[in-house]
């Protein structure tokens, strides 16, 4: 017979729990090789701002010319934009093939269309507003909310996933002139190397915002079972989750 819990001096023992599935192999390493590529991304890509914090539109601008606006950051010509450049184009690769990999996989699964799609309904002004009003309260999400995505998580990956990162790359590939002199098309679409490197900036700087909110709704929804998750692939149920 199974042991009672209400025998004298006996510790109350509860039925373990089993452990959910949460992340896929191929989802926990894209996401971890897209963590270390993005902060390598931003430390290089501050470098590389320092060294001419000036951004103009068209073709061409330089020193000496009218800009379209100026950072209020020390100017380092020469400085370390060259460590930087060298680690920006490396840390940019492994981002597009991991980020390619993941979204192959997600195409494949249906992942973006069963998880990430809005469903019925969550679209209106109403939910729309609850989920507003819920965010800024920055309440702890429910057991149940934390197995699935709200109407913003939903909306904000696929903008993150197919707008803002697809930008990035393309507006990258402008940059580079090993890449326009094959294919042209990347920065005569955008208007010149200097429209790509300004839309390049204000596309990371939503990407950091990004990165910036995911962390903080990281900690509020529990820092340690949803890192350990995206570690081991599975949620133990035993414990608090989220």
């Known amino acids: 017979m199974a042991e009672t819990a209400y025998l004298p001096g006996a510790a109350i ?4 729990r089993p452990d959910l599935a949460r992340h896929s192999l191929l989802v926990r390493v894209t996401h971890w090789l897209n963590t270390i ?15 001419h914090p000036r951004f103009y539109w068209g073709e061409t601008g330089a020193v000496g010319t009218p800009s379209l606006f100026d950072l209020p950051l020390p ?23 991991t980020g390619l990999l993941y979204v192959i996989r997600g195409l494949v699964s249906e992942h973006f269309r069963k998880n990430l799609w809005p469903v019925k309904g969550q679209l209106s002004r109403h939910s729309l507003a609850r989920e ?24 904000s990956y696929l903008g993150v996933i197919f707008l803002l990162f697809p930008l990035m790359i393309w507006t990258g590939m402008a940059m580079s002139p090993a890449v326009t ?14 429209t790509a ?25 529990g820092f ?19």
Do not use: D
Request: hydrophobic share 50%; charged share 10%; proline share 4%.
């Open 37 to 51: 590529s993005f902060l390598a991304l931003t430390v290089s890509g501050f470098a590389i701002i320092l060294a």
């Open 224 to 242: 340690v079972q949803r890192t350990r998750a995206m570690i081991t692939g599975r949620v133990n149920l035993g414990k608090e989750w989220p």
């Open 181 to 194: 002199s094959v294919f042209p098309f990347f920065v005569t679409w955008l208007g010149g190397q200097e």
């Open 197 to 221: 490197r300004t839309i390049h900036f204000f596309t990371a700087i939503l990407l950091v915002l990004f990165f910036l909110v995911h962390l903080g709704m990281l900690f509020l929804a």
């Open 75 to 97: 100017f380092m010509l020469g400085g370390p934009s060259g460590w930087g450049r060298y680690m920006h184009f490396q840390a940019a690769w492994l981002c597009v093939l």
């Open 132 to 155: 507003i009003r819920s965010h800024l309260r920055f309440t702890k999400p429910s057991q149940a909310e934390a197995h699935s995505y709200n109407v913003l998580q939903r909306l």
């Open 13 to 16: 023992r509860e039925a373990p």
